[in-house]
Every structure is written in C-alpha cells, then in structure tokens.
C-alpha cells in the first residue's frame, strides 16, 4: 500500500538516458530563452549550454558512481535532494561564468552564497510542485492499467510452465527462479530467457526482469510501474511502463 505522504512514495524512475537528455535539453532551452531578456543572444546562449552541460555531467558521472534513480528506494523526497544538488551546482557554474564575463570582480564566496542559496530555496517549490503532479499522474495511469492486468490474469492458467521470473544478477548472468522454490544461476541473456520460455507465458517486463504471465496472482502499481505478485515467491517483480503492452 502506497504511503499518504507523496516524498516517501516511489517516484518515476530517471535512469540517465535519451529521456533524460531531452528534458536537459528543455531546460536549458528555457534558461536561453528566460535570459534573453537580460543578457545578449550569445551570452543567454553561453548560460544555456553551461545549464545543459553541467546537468548531463552530474546525471552521468553519479549514475556511474553508484547513484541509482531506481527502485523503490528512488521516492520523490530523494528526487527533490538530487534536483537540489542539481540547482545549487548550476548555480554555481553560472556565477563562474558571470565572473569570466566581468573579469572575476565579483568572484567571493559571500556573493556566491547570496546568489546560490536563494536559487536553491526558489527554485524548489515549482520543482517540487511539478514532482507531485508527475507522480499523481504517473500512479493514476498506472492503476488503471493494473487493474486490466489484475483481470487478465485471473483467465489465466497458473499450472502453465515452471520458470516463475528471471532477473538480471550480474553483467554476465542472469538468476531464473522456478515453481519448486530452486533458483538457477545461467548465463543466458533476459531476451534469451523470454524467447526460450515464449510457450510457458515468459516475457521481458523490465530491463532487470523477465516473468511468467501465468504465475501473477496479484498486481499493485506505483509512480515507476506495475509490482507483480506470483505464485511460489514473496519478491514483488517490477513491470516499467515501457512493457505493459507484454503484461496487459
């Protein structure tokens, strides 16, 4: 059951990718834009691409780091700590820039805390406002397909097939799990695990997973997708948006 309170809630999964890159990029084309009015077309242009390069190298480098926008631990209160980061280093990058254009005059730590602080705490609230209404929309959306899911598989046929689920456990293998309780270590990919296991209902439902349609016995949803209840296992598997035309 979700939590009341929309910060400890999972919040759509932001793994660094081309739509991440896309929404840099619409973000840096407001600054552009926004700062037109204060500043010449190429000097907006400059505050532009240093927006865009600093939030695709912060994106990446953590992710690289061990930084997961994933999972349910990835909820809205995390999400807002990473935008704030995200804030408060552009608004750093930009303040050095500024100070490259007027010959580092005002380069002091006092005005860089003048400037980045307010920005921060500004700057939050329409983020925090926005984070919320994706989320409500994202488990709106979500529930409803989990109820069609939740119906289709009541027609199903749950004696059908003895591999369960699989999910990725390194770079190289992949764990299947099956209706006895034993787990199976194979080195075969998760595309391989659902076209070899097509005629048992196994299909890919995440990057990380592949599942039986005809072992779910129950299917809940959040901002990140559907979680999967099946039969022979306590783990809830994960369903991404980007597969519920498999599932449903």
């Known amino acids: 059951m979700l939590s009341r309170n929309p910060f400890r809630r999972p919040f759509p999964e932001r793994p660094f990718g081309r739509g991440v890159m896309i929404g840099h990029a619409r973000t840096a084309l407001f600054v552009f834009l926004a700062l037109l009015f204060l500043f010449s077309p190429l000097l907006a242009l400059a505050y532009g691409l240093t927006t865009l390069v600093v939030a695709l190298a912060y994106h990446y480098l953590t992710e690289r780091l061990g930084v997961r926008r994933t999972g349910r631990k990835w909820t809205m209160f995390r999400w807002t700590l990473d935008q704030a980061t995200l804030l408060l280093l552009v608004s750093v990058a930009c303040f050095i820039l500024y100070n490259a254009t007027v010959g580092w ?23 925090i406002v926005s984070g919320v209404a994706v989320q409500l929309r994202a488990e709106g959306e979500h529930q409803r397909v989990a109820g069609r899911v939740q119906l289709a598989s009541l027609g199903g046929s749950p004696a059908a097939g003895q591999v369960v689920f699989g999910e990725k456990a390194s770079t190289e293998t992949n764990t299947v799990h099956y209706r006895n309780g034993v787990s199976e270590e194979v080195i075969h990919s998760l595309q391989s695990l659902a076209d070899r296991y097509r005629r048992e209902g196994i299909v890919r439902c995440h990057r990380d997973y592949v599942v039986n349609k005809n072992c779910i016995v129950g299917v809940s949803a959040d901002a990140q997708g559907l979680r999967l209840r099946l039969v022979s296992t306590e783990q809830q598997v994960p369903v991404s948006p980007d597969y519920f035309p498999a599932i449903g």
Do not use: F
């Open 105 to 127: 005059t005002v380069l002091n730590v006092r005005v860089l805390l003048y400037i980045t602080v307010p920005t921060v705490l500004v700057g939050l609230l329409p983020i």
